[in-house]
């Protein structure tokens, strides 16, 4: 009987690893080529999350005290907006991107439970850029088409490309493979091209706005327009968290390590986005905000997930938290 369930257990652990690496896998793929994959891995990360939530409550409540910063953030930028919604009845729709970026934090929760390799996100980002590259050159040359952007906004295009080629930059200084190494490299050359095409360095940084701007040219500046002060605090602590996440978890961690890798993406992502936010007001499209709270909710579950989880005091207990999605596991952490 205990070798039974020991089989089922490690069975159960096995196909969320590959269900959660899917879904990671297939995150940045079309998010540069479609107006719905980013939005529907959300919700793809939505559903499994609840799906696990015995396991995904727990590690909320073990992590705690290293995530409330950052979830505060983002609860509180929602908060600010459903009081201005409803203090100008603007309806729903004003709060359909805060909400949805607070509910990308699931995802966060299903890479803590059940723990995909790394190098999932890598290959995602690469074959994202490459796939981008590729259409965005189609559309160079195609008739009909005024400017490469994808199907999006092209100045938005430019910048979640330069953001997969960061993503994976970071993959290969941590690939442990030549192959993958290759590959990564060739993700960053296809995303620096991809922004080129799309030439999204029209910006104008000094004024914050175009010759005939239909909205400010910089986020912060948006965000004091629109909201006032608290929201312009709001819309910096979802930056400004972040930020001292990923750098907290940088100074503990490893040379090498994949908690590491995963923090200096981390990194990179939000400087990124408080760089865009210079000369484009970013967050107001809904798929550069979503993409935002994905990754760095992923990133996030990487930092932790690698974490040491105690082991229980007795067979039958071991055998219950491997159920509930938790490994028990060495001091060590292994390198994904």
């Known amino acids: 009987m205990h070798r039974l369930a020991d089989w089922r257990s490690e069975y159960v652990r096995d196909v969320r690893q590959a269900w959660a690496a899917a879904l990671v896998l297939l995150f940045p793929l079309p998010s540069l080529v479609s107006g719905f994959g980013i939005g ?6 939505l559903a499994t999350a609840l799906c696990w939530w015995r396991a995904g409550w727990r590690l909320l409540r073990a992590h705690w005290p290293r995530t409330r910063w950052v979830l505060l953030a983002f609860l509180v930028h929602f908060a600010l907006a459903a009081l201005l919604a409803l203090a100008r009845g603007e309806g729903a729709a004003a709060l359909e991107t805060p909400a949805r970026m607070c509910l990308m934090a699931a995802a966060m929760l299903v890479v803590q439970v059940a723990r ?5 996100l890598w290959l995602g980002a690469a074959g ?8 965005a050159g189609w559309q160079r040359f195609a008739p009909g088409w005024a400017q490469p952007g994808g199907l999006m906004d092209p100045s938005m295009f430019g910048d979640l490309s330069l953001c997969l080629a960061l993503l994976a930059l970071a993959g290969a200084a941590h690939a442990g493979t030549p192959l993958l190494r290759r590959i990564a490299m060739a993700g960053v050359a296809a995303g620096l091209a991809a922004s080129l095409l799309a030439g999204s360095g029209d910006a104008r940084p000094a004024l914050a706005a175009s010759p005939a701007p239909t909205h400010l040219h910089n986020d912060a500046l948006q965000a004091l327009v629109t909201r006032g002060v608290p929201g312009l605090l709001a819309w910096s602590a979802t930056l400004l968290a972040p930020l001292a996440f990923f750098a907290g978890r ?6 090498g390590g994949a908690q590491r890798a995963a923090a ?5 992502l939000v400087l990124a986005y408080a760089g865009f936010s210079l000369a ?3 967050f107001r499209s809904m798929q550069a905000s979503l993409f ?5 909710f992923l990133l996030m579950g990487w930092c932790l997930s690698s974490e040491y989880v105690h082991p229980a005091p007795d067979e039958g207990a071991a055998a219950r938290v491997r159920g509930a999605g938790l490994r028990t596991a060495p001091p060590t952490a292994r390198r994904r």
């Open 116 to 120: 995909p390799a790394l190098r999932a």
């Open 292 to 296: 935002y709270a994905l990754t760095v």
């Open 264 to 268: 200096v993406a981390g990194l990179s």
């Open 128 to 135: 994202g850029a490459l796939g981008g590259l590729a259409f």
């Open 40 to 45: 529907l891995a959300g919700f793809l990360f």
């Open 250 to 255: 940088l100074r503990r961690t490893r040379r």
């Open 280 to 282: 484009e007001a970013i």
